[in-house]
């Protein structure tokens, strides 16, 4: 018996591109749906910009209809308003799938880069030269895309693990021993 396929989607926060990728998980096997970027114009306030991510990717998750997201979390920036106006953006990645009934996921960018390429602090370029080797038919455009489909096929090989921990921690105290 093989266990139906399940549509991940992964995302790469950024006010200026959040990039996002969809795959197919089905046991071990990925398969490559779509990628791509929301973009938001620099002319706008702050509130637009978060506007129009926010409704470019409620567009994606109407179009693509995942069943799970994942979340890449924010390193630590050392300008204070690139990491405010970065977790802002952030903030409307988690929000619109969470609005949208999916679990999110969050994964560092370490642990990404380890399960993409096999080391925590691989290079962007790495990252998408083994994007291409795990799905082969990808059409990827961008780093932000790239980056996305890493956090999607994260979640592919983590989302087992989070399922079995989550269970352990909802059972009753007594069962566990």
């Avoid at 925590?120 to 080797?133: F, L, Y």
Wanted: contains cysteine; positive net charge.
């Amino acid at each position: 018996m093989s266990a139906s396929p399940i549509r991940i989607i992964g995302i790469d926060p950024g006010l200026r591109n959040l990039g996002w990728g969809v795959i197919e998980c089905e046991g071990s096997r990925l398969s490559f749906i779509a990628c791509g970027s929301v973009h938001s114009d620099a002319a706008l306030s702050l509130a637009g910009r978060l506007r129009q991510l926010h409704d470019g990717l409620a567009a994606v998750l109407r179009d693509q209809a995942p069943a799970e997201a994942a979340v890449e979390e924010t390193f630590v920036n050392r300008d204070p308003q690139s990491a405010l106006k970065l977790g802002q953006a952030r903030g409307v990645a988690l929000l619109v799938p969470a609005l949208a009934g999916l679990s999110v996921a969050e994964y560092s960018a370490n642990l990404i880069k380890k399960t993409v390429v096999g080391a925590g602090h691989a290079e962007k370029a790495q990252v998408a030269m083994m994007i291409r080797i795990l799905l082969p038919k990808s059409e990827v455009r961008t780093p932000d895309a790239a980056d996305a489909l890493a956090v999607a096929i994260t979640h592919a090989q983590h989302r087992g693990r989070r399922d079995i921990q989550a269970r352990v921690a909802a059972e009753p105290r007594t069962k566990r021993g």
